[in-house]
């Protein structure tokens, strides 16, 4: 099982959620995260404090999968988040370990 | 049923017949009734609106600048400065009940009322013709105590972020007292040394409080900001306001309520109360335009919170001036107010360094200094005919009445409240210094004045 983890562009979330149901994968966890890579801030002024805002709202997508649909799974993020200008994010990929349903206890790739 | 109503008829004509013979009125008695209905209609009129107005004036303080200075704190901070000026509400109206209206409005001293009105003794149904002649006196009592509220409330984002709650609940007290109340008797009480209409020596034009509202609370919210010193990482770490749509809100409703602080210190649903509310709305639209396009020249983008804070200074700049200058005029004020106070906030705050966490100085100090002087400019007796002389003859108001004199009875006014602003605080800054401290400590400041001192948090994700 890997786990794939996408920093992406928050109006790209319902693109790749809609990508990914598409081919079958319905399972994921949102959150709303703040960061950069090479992407610049901007610049905000409130009554005249200027302030360099470098940290950028992004969306952080979470969601395990089995080894055999990780290629597939991988394309269809990455696809589906880009726009092709700098800030569109990145995808980092982790082994996991094991997986359980706290329901009933399932284990490994049953749990998913 | 319609039988026995015509068979009823007859005897009703009859009895009207004979009620009308037994108690023929004379026509004095008929005139003196119309006389009092008169009255009564006009003092029903009259306390409808000014009712109104104090309820409104109420509303610029809380929701009003509770959340005008809320949205413009950090979010640990929220509530610690909604509540500075919540609680003001309660506290105020304590004091105000027990000494605080008749120190400002009892005739006393030319620069103090007595002890008449203590405990409201005497203040009741019956109008007080000096102060309004037709609304009981009661309504000019709690009227004018939500003018007393909103005052020390302003000061608050002088020192927001990092008072102790009870360093401030004394020193608004004590405030209330020092500057306050002696302020508002010199500018309106009777036989005030400013009051140009009930006998002053300095006859000062102030209609709805530049001088005592807003020069009074700007200036003591810079000494304190210079006296408590900067806020922990003041211009190092970013302290952006943390909801500029709740200060949206907060200055919309200052907007609505000062027609209520302007128009209503006519204390009538007169005319004058018309040319008031319109003076008010066009200096504040003015003044948004005006700071907006002063940023959007200088920084390249027109900000909301710079439009809004526009609209506030021009209401404050027309404050003085509302009940005594036409339409046109207001604009201008406004006008100048918007690019002023944008100037002052900006430039002369930056380059003198002071923490003045909210703007209360370069807001309210700056625009209303600016508004009482504009007042004794361009007041005219064909919008307010109240200043006549001994013969009953109307008096010439300001510059374009041809009395330049007035300009410099308004510097007067102006440097007597900066004066008494300055002096008054500091004293009350080091009594509380002494008796409570001032600040708060920096771990406290750290984590914020919700959790620190209320034990609550604005917002609540995980509920």
Redesign the interface.
Known sequence: MKKIEAIIQPHKLEDVKEALKAIGVDGMTITEVRGHGRQKGHKEIYRGMEYQVDLLPKMKVELVTTDARLDEVIKTVVESARTGKIGDGKVFIYDVAEAIRIRNDDRGEAAL | MLRRLVLLLPLVCLGTLALAQSAAPSMDTRVANLEAAVKSAQSAGDNAWMLTSAALVLMMTGPGLALFYGGLVRRKNVLGTMMQSFILMAVITVVWAIVGYSLAFGEGSPVLGDLRYLFLNGVGAAPNADYGATVPHQTYMIYQLMFAIITPALISGAFAERMKFSAMLLFTVLWAFLVYFPLAHMVWGKGGLLNAFLGGKIPCFDFAGGTVVHISSGVSALVCALYMGKRKGFGVE????HS?VLSVIGACLLWVGWFGFNAGSAVAASALATSAFVATHFATAAAALGWMFAEWMH?G?P?V??AI?GAVAGLVAITPASGFVKPFPALLIGLLAGVFCFFM???V??KFGYDDSL?AFGVHGAGGTLGALMTGVFATSAVNDGLKDASGKVLGLGLVDGNPGQVLNQAIGVLISWGMAIVGTLIILKICDVVVGLRVTPDQELEGLDISLHGEEGYNFES
């Open positions: 970013p302290m952006k306001p500029v920084n983008k900000s919170l710079g804070s906030v900006t430039a705050k930056g703007d």
